[in-house]
């Protein structure tokens, strides 16, 4: 059994705590009065549980939370489906012109979505689509696309290629060698890129201010334009909502993580 080696050690101790400080720091400011202005990490007093009911209520999260799951429930299955079928064509069929499509979805990571905001709101009010769910849907699918593709496509390079001639020397076409033998073999890189999927979505905040007017068409994260007003921010209620938007993704990866971590340690160990 290797030994750790003590500044390995010391390495993830100090990762760790960089981690979770922030969200230490977020709670102790949630459990102070409203209205204080709290200083590092100073413990309540007189913790007031109240401000998280408080920060439901004035941003409005019940409708958010049903707005975030459509637009997840949307934007991850389409992400995936589309990253799925491109990396498995660009990786193992080959057609003339497959280095320049992959070049240019490779070229899709090196744009900001910052740089992508003016075009984005013009084109989607040419469409009508300004302040709609599909505001948001539509320009978070095409963002992940690039990354979702090579993802995808790196996982079905390292698979074997025995594994495809043994399917076509059986008789299958491609269509069929994809469905029962290279999609279930990318289980574990799928359901790792879906999760990544949906924490990108939940924690989408720029496209979603800025494209939709409605906070209650929003993402979660949307919701923290809410504690800001016209004279200042309730840093309270902004640390309290912003754990209360934070929670989902936490559970969701810990109930996931076995799967993230085993593709991770899969595509590493190629």
Known sequence: MRRRSPAGVLLLALAAVGTVLPLVSMALTALQPRGSSPAGLSLPSDPQWGNFAAAWDAAVMGELLASSSLIVLVVVPAALLVATLAGYGLALVPFRGSRLVYAAFLAGLALPYEALIAPLYLQLGDLGLLNTRWAIILPLTALFLPFSIFWMRAHFLGLPAELLDSARV??????????????????????????????????????????????????????????QGQYGTDIVLLCAGSLLIVVPTIVVFLVFQRGFVAAILQGAGR
Request: hydrophobic content about 60%; cysteine-free.
């Open 170 to 227: 059986d008789g299958a076409s491609m269509r069929q060698a994809f469905r029962h033998v290279m999609l279930p073999l990318a289980a574990p890189a799928w359901s790792a890129l879906a999760i990544l999927l949906f924490l990108w979505t939940w924690n989408q905040f720029l496209l979603a201010v800025t494209l939709v007017d409605d906070p209650t068409r929003r993402t979660m994260a949307g919701a923290l334009g809410a504690f």
